[in-house]
């Protein structure tokens, strides 16, 4: 690890709808090195997507604009380059595996046409070569019957199997970067680690970083090096996975770790009555709502008077952590107080809260 | 708990694929090749495997969704037994039949007379089929005429994997919801209304919602929803396929939390789908183990975690990720290319991967069966723990 590869400097995407604005992200820094596998989490719709996509310049627009910020390859601004020079980009430096198969995924032509076509755009392939290459990409991401399988279309595949397709077509250029959105949702266990692996090979083979967004925390913990913890549009806490597991600060992370059913827990306690297990809280604020002070004041156990008045900063606390909230403002701490705290129900202002944002668009 | 609920037989689902790129062949692939599972009511059966093992598409033949080849799917079976010992004397002598057929075809290939015989023996399992199916239109699903589907129809639904794309995007959410009871003429004009409210209440979404769009929605309040919708005509069977797989861990607690609480709430039973198998541990009674379209392990959730006894299930349980970064995983991996399902390995199906395969494994299908502790698998040489 050593160069700067892809930095975000205060990036602003947002959407314009009939009579109001939806912040999607709002103010992101990150920095991602050579090599380096950084992981993304966050509750659903806190904006994860919407940074990738702002990378890769294909933020539906309309109703999406990047409003502010940077974003920079090798120290060269992305967003400056024309339409064909980002589509360059896109196919060479960096590519992406999206969320949703089936609508990335086009239902009209078979999966062998789609590979393909991307090898024969990229790397210069004829056609018999493309289909041979397209053949092994798919049993590489441990695919049986390729031969046939590129025949297909989409909707004649499983979940998992449209998934690993996707997969096979990020990796067939060797990116420099690879943003990964939520890869392995569909897949079972097996395949997972096998994805990761490949995902590692290419690593160590081209120097790749990844950008790893996903809800599962297992995959966090055993694919990368930092985390940055998404709340509403913003960075709420960044460190190395080590912290974040082990030292979370921010009251979102904490409660985010605490929601995770471990392997061998069951629904059963010992005496046969129902365990439930925790959540947090509350929903997201309606991202339409222009919130005042910290985002997470409608749900957070620990909120305080000035939480409501203005935004925390993301700072500091030690080397290579840094969170956005009031209770590490002044003081570094080892581990948050409140952690032995029990976690109570929401107060009535925030249910008042709650009401308002109703439910989330 | 008690009584059964479901009882599948011998399901087989096949479709066909085209032969390699550049070749107009057709081959078949065994999605689903002979599953039995027994579903007592008021419990959770998990339903695990590698992707593409057919896990989905066991569900979707329950609820008919797809027509599958073979098989029976007997509801209230208790109920129904004579009916049942009568459509099982009928496959038994038709399968007899079919392994004549089968044996005289690879022995000759050809002369007129035996094509003669094959032709009357045919018919006679055509005929058996018939039998078959009239003796069964009661209890077995795929048996059934259209009013006794009709009304199995209401007792199981499916929520489906997909939050996005498995609501129509162009309707209600009173009308998603609304759409089953209004079909079956459950509920109509207020009542209906009221019902879609209380169904609101219950998944914990605001009754404002009900005349909102889809997209309006995050993925967890969409899959709200979509349990809405599954609850309307009050079923008692779920299939629950990847229910939580889309969702972030906070709003996967809540949607699993939810679930539990109906069920309790309201009887139900579920088939819940899932690769996480920590959440699979989480909320099942009994899990069961598929691998290339069979059932190789059944066993209670605790007992399959803590001590799995097929080689897949093995190797699978030490493949599961945990969040901690300092886990030290001992993941066993699998050797060998991911067997196929349209030319699967002779024998065991998992052999070519398998680190304890001996010579019958490649030549005997084991059948499932129960070990001394109650486990039940389907393997020639388990390993001892
Ligand atoms: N095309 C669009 N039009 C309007 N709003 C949008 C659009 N796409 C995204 N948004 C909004 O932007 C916000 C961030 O969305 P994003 O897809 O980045 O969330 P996410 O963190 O990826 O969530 P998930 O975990 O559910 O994928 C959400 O509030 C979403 O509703
Ligand atoms: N409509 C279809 N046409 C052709 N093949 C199909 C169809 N539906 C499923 N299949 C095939 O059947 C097999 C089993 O698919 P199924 O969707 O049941 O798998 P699954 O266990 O649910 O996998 P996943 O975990 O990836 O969702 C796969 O090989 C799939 O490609
Ligand atoms: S700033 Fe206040 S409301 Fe926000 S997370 Fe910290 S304690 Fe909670
Ligand atoms: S039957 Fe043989 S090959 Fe199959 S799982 Fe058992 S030991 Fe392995
Ligand atoms: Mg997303
Ligand atoms: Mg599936």
Redesign the interface.
Known sequence: MSNVLLEIQNLRTYFHMHGYTVRAVDGVDLQVMEGENVGIVGESGCGKSQTAMSIMRLVPDPPGEIIDGDILLRGKSLLKLKEEEMRKVRGNDISMIFQEPMTSLNPVFTVGYQISEGLMLHRDMSKNEAIKESIRLLKMVGISDPEERVKEYPFQLSGGLRQRVMIAMAMACEPAVMIADEPTTALDVSIQAQILRLMRDLQQKKNTATMFITHDLAVIASFTQRVMVMYAGVVVEMASVNDIFKKPLHPYTHGLLTSIPVLGDSKYRDDGSRRLLYTIPGTLPDPKRIIKGCRFTSRCPKVMKKCYEAEPELVFTEKDHKVRCYLYSDTVRETPAYLDVPVRGLSKKQKKQAKKDKIRG | MGNQLLAVRNLKKY?P?????FSGKS?ILKAVDGVNMDIMKGETIGL?????CGK?TVGRCMLRLYEPDEGRIFIDPEKHTKAINIVEEFDAKRFALEDKIHSIEREIAGPKVLRKEIRSLLKQVHELKLKARQAGRRTDILSMGRDDMSKARKRLQMVF??P??SLNPMMLVKDIIGEGPKEFGTHKGAALDKWVNELLDKVG??R??SN?YPH??????RQRIGIARALSLTPSIIVCD?PV??????????V??LL??LQ?DLDLTYIFIA?????V???SDRISVMYLGKMVENAN??QL?KNPRHPYTI??MS?????????K?E?I??EG???????PPPGCTFHPRCRYAIDICRKEIPVLEKDKDGHVIACHNPPND
């Open positions: 479709f694929v085209k032969a390699g790129p081959l695990v495997g590698e992707s593409g989905t994997q997909d996005w794309a979404l605001p404002a919602a909102r309006e929605f995050s993925g967890g309040q990847e797989s889309a969702l972030d861990v906070s709003i996967q607690a809540q699993i939390n539990i609480e309790d690769h996480d198998l920590s959440v541990q989480y909320v959730a605790k975690y190797s699978l493949s599961v990720p945990v969040a901690d970064p300092e886990h995983s993941e991996i699998l290319d991911v067997p196929s399902p349209v030319s």
